[in-house]
């Protein structure tokens, strides 16, 4: 079955960019859609974007000016990067695999990024 | 884009029903069949409960089963066991390629 592991720094400096990856197990990347989801700290989930594994991706508007995903199909890999952040981008970040542009399962275990000089 | 509304908490015994509305707009619950709820115990990452509306995955009890009217999804968990005890949140395709999510619900199981 198909199991998605983040990975990436735990700590980011404000104003610096946010970089995180997502292996994808026991399947391919290819032919599906791949989303980011953050929850900050005791709050609820919002979604950051998605992309197919052809490189073409959708974000969240609100996040949009920020955020840019990409995808490497030899790695079983996708990314996001988040720039310019402050202590508001302090949240779990979860990868999971999009179904149909309206689901999301499975998902990773989540990491959690911290914001903060 | 304006999160789904959901209740902030929802509560029953053992053995009752409860259910959890999740309101949104006819430009996502009320424009698409694309309706989905997930549980989340703490600490844990999201589970996939219900999608399209009222389909459950393989592996996902009986118990659990949705609905849709207008620009309300709605979420009923029958038969309340104590580990149903977690966040429940809804999503929604918002077109646009875009999705949603609700605020999240609390489910306690008195």
């Known amino acids: 079955q198909v199991q998605l592991q983040e990975s990436g720094p735990g700590l980011v400096k404000p104003s610096e960019t946010l970089s995180l990856t997502c292996t994808v197990s026991g399947g391919s990347i290819s032919n599906y859609y791949w989303s980011w989801v953050r929850q900050p700290p005791g709050k609820g989930l919002e979604w950051i974007g998605y992309?197919?594994?052809?490189?073409?991706?959708n974000y969240n508007p609100s996040l949009k000016s920020r955020v840019t995903l990409s995808v490497d199909t030899s790695k079983n890999q996708f990314s996001l990067k988040l720039t310019s952040v402050t202590a508001a981008d302090t949240a779990v970040y979860y990868c999971?695999?999009?179904?149909?542009?309206?689901?999301?399962?499975?998902w990773g275990q989540g990491t959690l990024v911290t914001v903060s000089s | 884009q304006s999160a789904l509304t959901q209740p902030p908490s929802a509560s029953g015994s053992p053995g009752q029903s409860v259910t959890i509305s999740c309101t949104g707009t006819?430009?996502?619950?009320?424009?698409?069949?694309?309706v989905s709820w997930y549980q989340q115990h703490p600490g844990k990452a999201p589970k996939l409960m219900i999608y399209?509306?009222?389909e459950r995955p393989s592996g996902v009890p009986d118990r659990f089963s949705g609905s849709k009217s207008g620009n309300t999804a709605s979420l009923t968990v029958s038969g309340l066991q104590a580990e149903d005890e977690a966040d429940y949140y809804c999503m929604s395709y918002a077109g646009g390629n875009t999705v949603i999510f609700g605020g999240g619900t609390k489910l306690t199981v008195l």
């Open positions: 006819s430009s996502d619950v009320g424009g698409y069949n694309y």
């Open positions: 999971a695999r999009e179904r149909a542009a309206a689901w999301f399962d499975p």
């Open positions: 399209e509306v009222s």
């Open positions: 992309i197919y594994y052809s490189g073409s991706a």
